[in-house]
């Protein structure tokens, strides 16, 4: 029988790192940890999980501290050397985190982000035609159209800015869209669009309190919120429509506003142009309650903070096809496949699987 050998043991750190990054599904890294001892601990000690969440998520790269915030840390499956137990304790914990971030971004499905509009630069008529319209995926209710629409004026260039507070305060963003309102009621049915939008998301800013300031932030304000906001990512311009953005980005605040650039459409009735939006959904997901971040300023570093104590898996809310947000929070354990089981397993390891397992009369409760 042909001898077979471990590439581990005969190639340099480099290429083995090269060859393993090539997997390019949390799952499939953890398979590979799981091959022997020797392969875990190198895993474990070049970072591997947390190599490929940089590549889904480059903006990590701003993380400088890695929190995990639990009851029970308990994972005596790896032997270590007592003189390197400090050091290797902290690869295993950002192993560990990582690991479930990953698993989260490519686990769980994409679904409308947005909690709530905070304020729109301006608004026509109040409420009749405020921000809180676009949430809404119809473009009538009733014999009334529902739509936001900006004040009318003499110059197209004049931009409006649309502000909304996400479901969570860490997000991943991998689509926006923004449908522009037909005026189906006024002569030729004119559509009322920008000529270019811009996104921008980030955080509030160490003056405001998101507790309690941001509730005062209503529909109608026409004051710029420019102020209250920390922007940590500036896309660029793009026409209208449906934007998938070029990578998935970490919104962490849960602040997106939408910048509307430049008017196309007058009105017949007072020559003034307007922009119209019938409708606005942010496609993505939630990392909350698991992940948080907090946000060192004015350094703008990072400090991740992961809670496997959480009793929820998330699983997302999930936007039904006739618009109704459906806001489910996560499944049992016991309702997950036998791979997934095995997977959390390998993730979190012996110490934590019991912390996550709840009661099955619980959710058959819920259900009823």
């Known amino acids: 029988m042909e001898a077979r050998k471990d590439f581990l043991n005969t190639l340099d750190s480099d290429a083995s790192i090269m060859i393993l990054m090539c997997l390019d599904h949390i799952s499939d890294l953890v398979r590979a940890s799981s091959v022997s001892c020797s392969w875990r601990h190198f895993v474990i000690a070049k970072g591997l999980c947390k190599r490929l969440c940089l590549r889904m998520l480059p903006q990590l790269s701003n993380v400088d501290h890695v929190l995990e915030v639990s009851k029970i840390i308990n994972n005596p499956s790896i032997e270590v050397d007592a003189g390197n137990s400090g050091e290797w304790k902290i690869l295993e914990k950002e192993h560990r985190v990582y690991t479930s971030l990953a698993w989260a971004l490519s686990s769980f499905p994409s679904y409308n982000c947005i909690s709530h509009g905070l304020s729109a630069s301006t608004t026509d008529n109040y409420p009749e035609e405020s921000i809180v319209n676009t949430l809404d995926p119809r473009n009538r209710i009733g014999r009334r159209g529902s739509y936001w629409s900006s004040e ?148 703008d570093r990072l400090t991740l903070k992961y809670y496997p104590d959480s009793c929820e898996i998330q699983q997302g809310l999930a936007e039904q096809e006739d618009g109704a947000a459906d806001r489910s929070l996560g499944q049992p354990l016991s309702r997950l496949s036998e791979e997934q089981l095995r997977l959390l397993e390998q993730i979190m390891g012996d110490g934590y699987y019991h912390v996550l397992e709840l009661d099955e009369d619980f959710y058959e409760s819920e259900d009823e």
């Open 152 to 299: 009318g004026t003499s110059d197209p260039s004049v931009p409006e800015k649309l502000t909304y507070k996400l479901m969570g305060d860490s997000c991943v963003i991998s689509e926006i869209h923004i449908e522009p309102f037909q005026a189906y009621f006024q002569s030729g049915s004119p559509i009322y669009s920008a000529k270019a939008v811009r996104f921008r998301m980030g955080h509030p800013s160490l003056s405001v309190d998101s507790g309690s300031e941001l509730e005062f932030f209503c529909p109608f304000r026409q004051d710029s919120t420019d102020d209250k906001f920390i922007w940590t990512y500036t896309s660029q311009e793009s026409c209208l429509q449906k934007f998938k953005l070029p990578e998935p980005v970490l919104c962490i605040g849960g602040i997106l506003q939408i910048e509307l650039l430049g008017r196309v459409q007058t009105q017949e009735m007072d020559g003034l142009y307007y922009i119209c939006v019938a409708h606005v959904k942010v496609m993505g997901r939630s990392l909350m309650p698991t992940f948080q971040f907090e946000v060192l300023e004015p350094s």
